[in-house]
T-cell receptor, first 114, second 117 residues
Framework: AQSVTQLDSHVSVSEGTPVLLRCNYS??????LFWYVQHPNKGLQLLLK??????LVKGINGFEAEFKKSETSFHLTKPSAHMSDAAEYFC????????????FGQGTRLTINP | DTGVSQDPRHKITKRGQNVTFRCDPI?????LYWYRQTLGQGPEFLTY????????KSRLLSDRFSAERPKGSFSTLEIQRTEQGDSAMYLC???????????????FGPGTRLLVL
C-alpha cells in the first residue's frame, strides 16, 4: 500500500536560515509525490510535484524537493526561511486506481522565529 | 480561473441534524474529490466523481453520508443525523484528467469546518 511518513511533526527555524522538512514514502510502484502547504483558514496549495521526470523538483516560493529512490525519500528544502513560510506542510503520495487518490502524511508544522 | 469554492465555510449544528455542503470546482475540471481532515491529521479521501458519476467511495463514508454531482459541475455532500465524530474540515478538490495516469493536479478549496455539538 502507498503511504508517506513525515518524520517531524514540528520544525522551528530562524528567519533567513535553511528549511528541511523530511518525508519518506512507501509505494509498490513508481510514485507520484507532492508537497502541499496549508496556511490557517486557507485551502491546501500545491508547492511542487514529482511525476517521474527530473528527480530535483522546483516549486513555488523558493521550495524544492529531491526524489531519492534508494532512500525512498522526498524531503522539502528552502535555502532561506521567510516569516510567511510559517504553515502546515503535507507530503502526499498518489494512488492511481481509476482516479488519483491522494494519501497525505500527518503534516509538519513549520514555525519561523524572527 | 476563480479556483475551487466551498460553501459554507463554517457550520455549527446539533447532533442529529442534517447538514449539506456545496463545492464549486474549477470550471471544466472533470474530476471532483471530497476529503475529510480531522484536527492534527492530514486529509483523508472520501469519494470522487468523474463528471456526474460517483466512481468510488471510501469505507470512511458511512451510510449517513451522500454526495452528488448532478450535472457534472458543482457537488454537494450531505451528512444525515450528524454525530460529534463528524466534526472535521471537509475539503473539496478538482482536477482535469486527460487520461495520463498520475499527471493530474488536484486543486483544493478552502474547506467547510463542521462542528457538531
Amino acid at each position: 500500500a502507498q503511504s508517506v511518513t513525515q518524520l517531524d511533526s514540528h520544525v522551528s527555524v530562524s528567519e533567513g536560515t535553511p528549511v528541511l522538512l523530511r518525508c519518506n514514502y512507501s509505494s509498490s510502484y513508481s510514485p507520484s509525490l507532492f508537497w502541499y502547504v496549508q496556511h490557517p483558514n486557507k485551502g491546501l496549495q500545491l508547492l511542487l510535484k514529482y511525476t517521474s521526470a527530473a528527480t530535483l523538483v522546483k516549486g513555488i516560493n523558493g521550495f524544492e524537493a529531491e526524489f531519492k529512490k534508494s532512500e525512498t525519500s522526498f524531503h522539502l528544502t528552502k535555502p532561506s526561511a521567510h516569516m510567511s513560510d510559517a504553515a502546515e506542510y503535507f507530503c502526499v503520495v498518489s494512488i492511481i486506481q481509476g482516479a488519483q487518490k491522494l494519501v497525505f502524511g500527518q503534516g509538519t508544522r513549520l514555525t519561523i522565529n524572527p | 480561473d476563480t479556483g475551487v469554492s466551498q460553501d459554507p465555510r463554517h457550520k455549527i449544528t446539533k447532533r442529529g441534524q442534517n447538514v449539506t455542503f456545496r463545492c464549486d470546482p474549477i470550471s471544466e475540471h472533470n474530476r471532483l474529490y471530497w476529503y475529510r481532515q480531522t484536527l492534527g491529521q492530514g486529509p483523508e479521501f472520501l469519494t470522487y466523481f468523474q463528471n456526474e458519476a460517483q466512481l468510488e467511495k471510501s469505507r470512511l463514508l458511512s451510510d449517513r453520508f451522500s454526495a452528488e454531482r448532478p450535472k457534472g459541475s458543482f457537488s454537494t455532500l450531505e451528512i444525515q443525523r450528524t454525530e460529534q465524530g463528524d466534526s472535521a474540515m471537509y475539503l473539496c478538490a478538482s482536477s482535469l484528467s486527460r487520461g495520463l495516469a498520475g499527471k493530474e493536479t488536484q486543486y483544493f478549496g478552502p474547506g467547510t469546518r463542521l462542528l457538531v455539538l
